[in-house]
């Protein structure tokens, strides 16, 4: 990990190393952080102001595709109101808008309430303001609005418990613990992502441990880019959700001059 880069780029400077990739490009983020600013619970959530159009209008572009790639489930980013321009891809990729519903083996029903009770146990032992988000393939216990000791104790016994049962994947993020009863990742999703639009480079956006899957599948013909503080592979870094709009809104200006 490159723990020693705190320097963040400027946003016009990294809009324009963009703009000089290969075409076709494909431009993929994650929501929460790089589109949304953080807050305490997800449902509140809103996109920075100007975002959701502009990722419209860039999806407009001939030689580029847009994607929001996210570990939140389709149902929760519905709230965001992505242009059906633009792919949304939710669950790590396990979901995909306008492919239907998912669809669990018996074996993966039985172990999702599995890891869905202990989970749920994790909450009760955070106390106050942890609560559990349920998606089609995976439970997460969330511990922001929690006491921070008793949120960090109960995650780290959740991390135990999970280890004695067989079968499952999890994703550890920021006071998060997501327990996945069908395996999913950022990494694997980018790759069916551009594999499908034929890409010849690619940006992807990311701001979160999970998003490290997706940077270490790039090549040194795509770019990287790290939304805020935290050790990455990344090799760029912006320094807010509002640093990515102000990406987005060069790249618009590039791609569509008065």
């Not at 988000?133 to 997460?140: D, N």
């Not at 950022?186 to 499908?196: F, H, I, P, V």
Request: charged residues 25%.
């Amino acid at each position: 990990m490159n723990a020693s880069r705190t320097r963040f780029e400027d946003p016009v400077e990294l809009a324009r190393s963009i703009g000089a990739l290969a075409r076709p490009l494909l431009l993929v983020l994650d929501c929460d952080g790089v589109l949304a600013p953080l807050t305490d619970h997800a449902d509140n959530s809103t996109l920075t102001p100007g975002v959701g159009a502009d990722l419209a209008l860039l999806a407009s572009s001939d030689d580029l595709s847009v994607a929001v790639l996210s570990g939140r489930s389709l149902a929760g980013l519905s709230q965001f109101g992505f242009d059906d321009s633009l792919e949304v891809w939710g669950s790590y990729g396990a979901e995909r808008r306008g492919h239907g519903h998912v669809e669990l083996t018996h074996d993966e029903a039985a172990r999702l309430r599995s890891l869905d009770a202990l989970l749920s146990e994790a909450a009760t032992r955070a106390g106050d303001g942890a609560w559990i988000e349920r998606k089609p393939t995976s439970v997460v216990v969330h511990v922001r609005e929690a006491d921070p000791r008793r949120g960090r104790k109960a995650l780290d016994w959740a991390m135990q418990r999970q280890r004695e049962l067989q079968g499952h994947t999890f994703h550890e993020g920021s006071n998060v613990l997501e327990l996945m009863t069908r395996s999913a990742d950022k990494g694997t999703a980018l790759d069916a992502l551009r594999s499908e639009v034929g890409a010849a480079a690619c940006v992807y956006v990311g701001d979160d441990v999970p998003d490290e899957e997706a940077f270490a599948r790039l090549g040194e013909h795509d770019l990287a880019v790290k939304v805020g503080d935290g050790d990455t592979i990344a090799s760029r870094r912006l320094s807010d959700p509002h640093a990515v709009r102000s990406m987005l809104r060069e790249l618009v200006t590039a791609s569509f001059p008065h």
